[in-house]
């Protein structure tokens, strides 16, 4: 049986209880939850445990145990953001989906992403050219909406949000647009999605 299961199912069940308590005994909840969350630090999936420790500050923002749950969020945040950085860098070339007798119109051949620890560099390659021109340059920015599954999807300087992910498979790197960030908060792809694929160069 998965471990993870162990620990997660009676924690969501708390999770539903603490939602409709009254607030003379949220903060019992509160404790309960973060107790039982730190518990749950055994079983490596530092994205769930961020979750709930972000659920056990929102439950009571103002007390004592909302605050040093915020903080250990963050910290692990900070764990899986920097894997997540340090799994994508190097030179990852676009791969075409297109057919390959379609001719694009505005002669576009290549794309390549360069990342570093810092940015994401983003070239094309158009027809008749000899060398690879940079569009445009990225600073790695993490979003921070609180609904994100993930907590390490790149907010744009344009507010777009992406998620990059490599196929443990195919070794191969999606960058999946989310949505836009905007005034009220984040907005979500509804009709379509966009998906862009890209290979790793040697």
């Known amino acids: 049986m998965n471990p993870t299961k162990n620990h997660i199912f009676p924690l ?3 999770l539903a209880t603490a939602l409709c308590a009254q607030d003379n005994t949220r903060n019992e909840y509160q404790k309960k939850l973060f107790n039982d969350t730190q518990e749950t630090l055994e079983i490596h999936d530092y994205v769930v445990v961020a979750r709930l420790f972000a659920f056990v500050h929102n439950m009571n923002q103002k007390s004592e145990i909302a ?15 920097k894997n997540k950085v340090k799994s994508l860098i190097g030179n990852w070339k676009w791969i075409s989906k297109d057919p390959d007798w379609v001719i694009r119109d505005d002669g576009l051949v290549g794309k390549m992403i360069t990342i570093n620890t810092d940015e994401m560099l983003f070239f094309e390659l158009y027809r008749n050219s000899k060398k690879w021109k ?33 196929d443990k498979d ?3 790197l999606t960058a999946l647009y989310i949505g ?17 694929y890209y290979f790793k160069l040697q």
């Open 170 to 172: 195919t070794g191969e």
């Open 67 to 81: 605050q040093i749950a915020l903080k250990k969020a963050d910290s692990l945040k900070s764990i899986f953001r």
């Open 134 to 166: 940079l569009v445009k340059t990225e600073k790695i920015k993490f979003s921070k909406n609180p609904e994100s599954y993930s907590f390490t999807e790149v907010l744009y300087s344009n507010s777009q949000v992406w998620d990059y992910n490599i």
């Open 180 to 196: 836009d960030k905007i005034e009220e908060g984040y907005s979500e792809m509804i009709c379509g999605t966009l998906v862009l």
């Open 12 to 14: 969501l069940l708390l």
